[in-house]
């Protein structure tokens, strides 16, 4: 069974540039979130779906990120413009809803020069 | 909210030695205390996770203890292997059940 699927894998951009992540999450799972990882932390969530639904977006920064997720199933996330402080992995988890074990994939790294 | 310490940030051990990382967390409503195993490059993969529940869980080398009351879990391994080495982070579900918060994780090299 194929995991959690993340492009691209590596991103260089300047700042006040536009960039987008795509994620295709575990076939079957309805639970999708957006985490970011600081180099040297631990991932931090930005957004949860259930479905189509954003249910948790409270920690994204609505001024300049924003997150689909159209048809329940692959989702984008979109930083415009990227700001330096932006520079990070993007990861991608998916779970089955009621479950509670996550599964990420690879994370997107960022670097906004 | 959630906030979860772990420690310590970095551990060497020699190959053959046991390796202990140790987390708090501060909310006595989270139930939910997954560990997962990060090598350079990749996204965090789940190795164990326990319930509040239950007081140790193990699976092989991997084992799990969680003391409710002190509100602390740590992740014990042993015979440590070289492919052991990594990030390895601590997790605590937050009390709405929404959200995994995340320690700042402990990178641990086994040296042969």
């Known amino acids: 069974e194929a995991g959690v699927v993340q492009s691209p894998r590596y991103k260089i951009i300047e700042k006040k540039q536009p960039v987008a992540f795509w994620c295709n999450p575990i076939s079957g799972h309805n639970t999708l979130y957006w985490y970011r990882q600081n180099l040297g932390q631990g991932p931090e969530l930005l957004i949860r779906y259930e479905n189509e639904e954003a249910v948790d977006d409270s920690q994204l920064p609505k001024d300049r990120f924003s997150a689909e997720r159209l048809k329940g199933v692959d989702s984008t996330l979109k930083i415009q413009p990227a700001e330096l402080g932006d520079s990070a992995v993007y990861l991608c988890?998916?779970?089955?809803?009621?479950?509670?074990?996550?599964?990420f994939g690879p994370g997107t790294r960022l670097l906004v020069l | 909210g959630e906030n979860v310490e772990q420690h310590p940030s970095t551990l060497s051990v020699q190959e053959g030695d046991s390796a202990v990382i140790k987390c708090t967390y501060s909310d006595s409503a989270s139930n939910y205390f997954p560990w997962y195993k990060q090598e350079l490059g990749k996204g965090p993969q789940l190795i164990i996770d326990i319930r509040s529940n239950v007081g140790e869980k193990k699976d092989q080398r991997i084992a799990v203890t969680l003391n409710k009351t002190a509100k602390h879990f740590s992740l014990h391994i042993t015979e440590t292997q070289p492919e052991d080495s990594a990030v390895y982070f601590c997790a605590a579900r937050n009390q709405a059940g929404t959200a995994l918060i995340f320690g700042k994780g402990t990178t641990l090299s086994v040296s042969s």
């Open positions: 988890a998916s779970n089955l809803q009621g479950t509670e074990t996550q599964y």
